[in-house]
């Protein structure tokens, strides 16, 4: 057994401190209570994303001893995770977006927090999206979609007499926030990257909208006093910021800057319930950048630094005496911190609060790495990044795994990365690039991959390989690509192209051929891809030339294809065109399927077979040096 073997085996063991930390529960979404003493949150400790209620006292969280029950009444329907949780106004219920086989046709389920009581809404419908709750709590924003249509309405849906009413149709539709007296209500809707923000005046049915332009980033919350919107958004800009827009007789006037950075995004903002203060999280190259922000003075004051290189969440305690943090790192699974604020500022540490600290707390083990930030040029000298896994005691070039995200608008970040470890462990290391269309990196940067500009993302996957050869990072004749959802459209679109720089390959639920992905997605989905991927009624042939089913031919690496059966949004035709292509041309594959996922991998156990399986089949194609295996 090589020394990798011995490194992989203990890391995927059923014990030792390096496999709890790679098989470790996520807790995230904190959703402090009304009452002040209760907090609500999401875990897969038992194995799949579940919605948890505990009690917040003195800085500490007792786990309760199961989960609430958010089951759905309808017996067609698989098992729901639960990807969203908002909590009534006055406590009495939970708003719970569910995700049946953790798929995109979404319910929203109230549920007591006892789980005593449940009220699904709209269940007749094709999917259901949640919104915000209206301050008096009669009044819950929701978005539906219709069988068969690209657009969903955005209603505000009176719980007392299940009426509704619609605010906004299009595609993408939410009802973002609801004003203190009700009478006015922010709806988003719009295209990917061309998001719009309207306020509607409910007894007039007057709407305007709040900031011109579309965006990529857009969301919006009421003032305690109705006075101000507070908009989070990149409309009119090149990076996310908090502009206040001020309401003269429910009129809105001019929006203006509140907190702006010319380099970083915005990524996170929280409002305290009295009004008075911000939570900031800011994304500079990838690491979090936590700061509260006093709205009467403009005092900024940073916020100490959590466990963990990125924060996802935050929400002030209902006393406004704390604040909760979810955050990881990619030796730091996701978890839940407290920050205490004294006199409204906040303390000197971040306490940690859901996973319970351990008696005999330990360091990260010794096995886990920590990412190398490195920065490059594509083909037309666009600078990009991307963060190096290098297993430890490496020296020279190694074999290594191109790995590209999801999106195209999410960011590789610094995050808790179970397989990159595992691959790591292995002797192979992971670079994970920001090719262009990443998040991240301003607006502009973002929409450098829109429609026709699709080739030369294509082609910063080639320039990847460049520069881990050039760079000596990279054995060249050892280099994999893989990818999850548009990342694993590209990795097939890299292997179709230059076929001669990979030597195997991973598509974990990626497009095959985008012509059938429009017209078998949900079509929600695919009304508001359009702005992205190009029209498939006016850009037929453009789609097609994007199709890496339509070069199959010229693919030759082995290649992995990990599809979920629950998977509406990149539906199961894809993979199915792919491996039909490999079979009948020789080419070497094996199909890993999952019955009970959608477009991700949620369930823990899950989880471990996709990364044995994926680190087997890279490592077993990148073992040796000598000749291809395809």
Not at 132 to 137: I, L, R, T
Request: contains cysteine; negative net charge; charged residues 25%.
């Amino acid at each position: 057994m090589t020394l990798a073997d011995r490194r992989l085996e203990r890391l995927v063991a059923d014990t030792g401190p390096a496999g709890d930390v790679l098989r470790a529960a996520s807790y995230r979404a904190p959703r402090p209570g009304p009452d002040g003493r209760s907090l609500a949150w999401i875990s897969d400790r038992d194995g799949r994303p579940r919605l948890y209620v505990g009690e917040l006292d003195a800085g500490a969280v007792v786990e309760p001893h199961g989960f609430v029950p958010t089951d759905l009444d309808d017996p067609a329907l698989p098992p729901a995770d639960v990807d969203g949780v908002a909590w009534s106004p006055d406590g009495s219920w939970l708003a719970c977006q569910l995700a049946p086989g953790g798929g995109e046709r979404t319910r929203v389920l109230l549920v007591s927090p006892d789980g005593a009581r449940r009220h699904e809404i709209a269940p007749g419908a094709a999917a259901v999206v949640l919104g915000s709750w209206s301050p008096s709590g009669s009044h819950l924003g929701v978005t539906i979609y219709g069988e068969g249509r690209g657009e969903g309405q955005a209603c505000l849906v009176d719980l007392r007499d299940g009426t509704s009413t619609v605010l906004a149709s299009g595609p993408a539709a939410v009802v973002c926030a609801v004003s203190g007296d009700g009478h006015r209500v922010v709806v988003r809707h719009g295209r990917r990257g061309d998001r719009h923000l309207e306020l509607v005046d409910l007894r007039t049915g007057v709407r305007v909208e709040l900031v011109p332009g579309g965006a990529t980033v857009a969301d919006a919350r009421f003032g305690v006093t109705g006075g101000m919107v507070y908009l989070h958004t990149d409309a009119g800009r090149d990076r996310p910021a908090l502009l206040a827009v001020p309401l003269n007789a429910g009129r809105p006037g001019i929006a203006s800057p509140v907190a702006e950075r010319s380099h970083d995004d915005l990524d996170v903002v929280a409002l305290d319930p009295a009004g008075a203060r911000a939570v900031l999280v800011w994304n500079v190259d990838g690491r979090s950048e936590a700061e509260m922000l006093d709205l009467r003075s403009g005092m900024l004051s940073p916020l100490p630094d959590a466990a963990g290189d990125v924060v996802t969440d935050a929400a002030f305690t209902r006393d406004g005496g704390g604040l909760l943090l979810a955050g990881e790192g990619p030796t730091v699974a996701p978890h839940l911190s407290l920050v205490p604020l004294v006199d409204g500022l906040p303390g000197p540490e971040a306490d940690a609060v859901l996973p319970p600290a351990p008696d005999d707390e330990d360091d990260a083990p010794d096995l886990l790495v920590t990412p190398t930030l490195h920065e490059f040029r594509a083909d037309d000298g666009l600078t990009l990044t991307g963060w190096l896994f290098r297993p430890r005691g490496t020296l020279g070039a190694t074999p290594t795994l191109v790995w590209l995200h999801g999106g195209p608008e999410a960011q590789e970040r610094p995050v808790f990365q179970p397989l990159f470890q595992a691959l790591a462990a292995a002797g192979i290391a992971v670079f994970a690039p920001n090719v262009r269309g990443s998040a991240g990196f301003g607006r502009a940067f973002s929409r450098a991959d829109d429609v026709d500009l699709r080739f030369a993302a294509i082609d910063d996957v080639r320039a990847v390989v460049d520069f881990l050869s050039r760079s000596g990072l990279a054995d060249p004749a050892r280099i994999g690509v893989a990818g999850r959802s548009y990342g694993g459209y590209l990795t097939l679109a890299a292997l179709v192209r230059y076929p001669d720089l990979f030597r195997v390959g991973v598509d974990v639920c990626g497009m095959a051929d985008l012509e059938t992905f429009y017209a078998r997605t949900e079509p929600w989905i695919a009304e508001a891809a359009t702005t992205k991927y190009g029209d498939p009624r006016t850009d037929a042939e453009l789609l097609r030339r994007l199709s890496p089913i339509h070069l199959i031919d010229r693919l030759t690496a082995p290649l992995l294809v990990v599809h979920g059966r629950h998977d509406t949004n990149v539906p199961v035709c894809e993979p199915e065109q792919v491996v039909a292509a490999l079979r009948e041309r020789g080419v070497p594959y094996s199909y890993l399927f999952f019955d009970d996922e959608g477009h991700e991998v949620h369930d823990l156990v899950n989880r471990a077979v996709f990364v044995r399986e994926v680190v087997n089949w890279v490592g077993g194609h990148l073992s040796e040096a000598s000749t291809r295996t395809a």
